[in-house]
C-alpha cells in the first residue's frame, strides 16, 4: 500500500474509526504507537520508519505525537467525540470554508454544520478553501465573518496545523463568493 493510501488508512483509524485495527482512543484522541503500528501491520507493509515517515511529511500535518512520541493523535476532523484540550481563541476577522456545489442549498438554508464532525472546519485564505471545495466537485467558497461570530459569543478553536474550528456557522455570517 502506498504512503498516501496508509495514511488515508491512518486518518480512518484515528479519526473515526479506531475499531478497524481493534485499538482505541482515549479522551484526547491519542493512540498507542505501539498498538496502532501492530493493528495496521496486521495487512499491510507497517513498521515505525513508515508511521515517522507518514506523520513527517503528511503535507496538512494532520498528525501529532505526544511529547515521548508514544502517542499519536489525528489533529482535528473526529467524528466521535475527542477532546483536544483546545483552548476557545480569538479568530481572524475572517475566514473562508471550501464545499462542493451539491451541498449549497443546504448550506444557503441553515449555515455551517459539522455533519458527522465534531467542528465546522475553516481555512485562514481563499486559496486553501478552494483546494479543500475541490476534492467535492466544482468548488464553491464562503467568506465567514468570524470577527462578527465571535463578539457575538461563538467559540472558535485553531488546531496544532493551523485548521480553525467551530461548532456551526449561521447562515448570517455567510457570504457566498460567487465567481471563483
Not at 494532520?62 to 482535528?76: C, E, G, L, V
Not at 481563499?126 to 463578539?151: C, D, F, L, Q, W
Request: proline letters at 4%; one cysteine or more.
Amino acid at each position: 500500500m502506498s504512503y498516501t493510501k496508509l495514511s488515508k488508512y491512518m486518518s480512518l483509524i484515528l479519526r473515526h474509526k479506531p475499531q478497524v485495527i481493534g485499538i482505541t482512543l482515549d479522551e484526547h484522541g491519542w493512540a498507542d504507537v505501539n498498538e496502532l503500528i501492530a493493528g495496521i501491520a496486521k495487512h499491510n507493509m507497517f513498521n515505525r520508519e513508515i508511521l515517522e515517515e507518514i506523520v513527517r511529511t503528511d503535507a496538512k500535518g494532520r498528525y501529532s505525537f505526544n511529547s515521548d512520541r508514544t502517542k499519536i493523535r489525528a489533529n482535528q476532523g473526529h467524528s466521535i467525540p475527542v477532546d483536544l484540550e483546545l483552548s476557545p481563541l480569538e479568530p481572524p476577522e475572517i475566514l473562508w470554508h471550501g464545499t462542493g456545489e451539491k451541498y449549497v442549498s443546504s448550506i444557503d438554508q441553515t449555515g455551517l454544520k459539522p455533519g458527522r464532525r465534531i467542528y465546522v472546519h475553516l481555512s485562514l485564505d481563499e486559496a486553501t478553501a478552494k483546494v479543500v471545495g475541490s476534492r467535492h466537485g466544482r468548488p464553491v467558497i464562503y467568506r465567514v465573518r468570524s470577527g462578527e461570530m465571535y463578539r457575538d459569543g461563538l467559540e472558535f478553536f485553531c488546531s496544532v496545523n493551523g485548521v480553525w474550528m467551530t461548532k456551526q456557522v449561521p447562515v448570517r455570517y455567510l457570504n457566498k463568493i460567487e465567481n471563483i
